[in-house]
């Protein structure tokens, strides 16, 4: 009966040990929309928290230079792992830098407008470009979403404030994914 008993122990805590497993990954893996989802043949490598500013310029509308807009110009943000460390930052490109020296750069293939009407909308990045042996290097994909703030201003700009930029603050997750291995 007591080698019973171990079996049964011994069945409980692989199963007990697979579900974890199981739970661990779902919970690393972000819940988005089907065109932001990253392809399959990569996996979760890194994720960041982004604190910093969204810059927008006050410009004549293309189509109508009588009209004027803010358009957007570059973001400007920290980024944060886990534990609020600062690890590196992001900047016009789409570029992203992180203190070990790595580096990507970023061009937007989807779009999704987020449960936040009033924040930046989420995106799905294809990497253009990687350098350095860090962190970022092997980036193949950006997902940013969990956006707050960050919307280009409600007030209308003219053409006195033409050139004028401001800054929006906002905050975001960002997923950075690599190949398989």
Known sequence: MHTLDVAAITRACLITLVVGCAT??????????APLQSPPTEVLSLTTQATGVQIYECSAKKDDPTQFEWLFKAPEAELFDSTGRRIGTHY??????????????????????????TAIPWLLLSATSTSGTGVLSQTKSIQRVHTIGGKAPTADCNATQVGKETRVPYKATYYFYGAKP
């Open 24 to 33: 661990a990954h779902a919970q690393t893996m972000p819940l988005v929309p």
């Open 92 to 117: 016009a490109g789409p570029s992203w830098k992180a203190h070990d020296g790595s580096k990507v750069v970023g061009e937007v293939k989807s779009r999704d407008n987020g449960p936040d009407a």
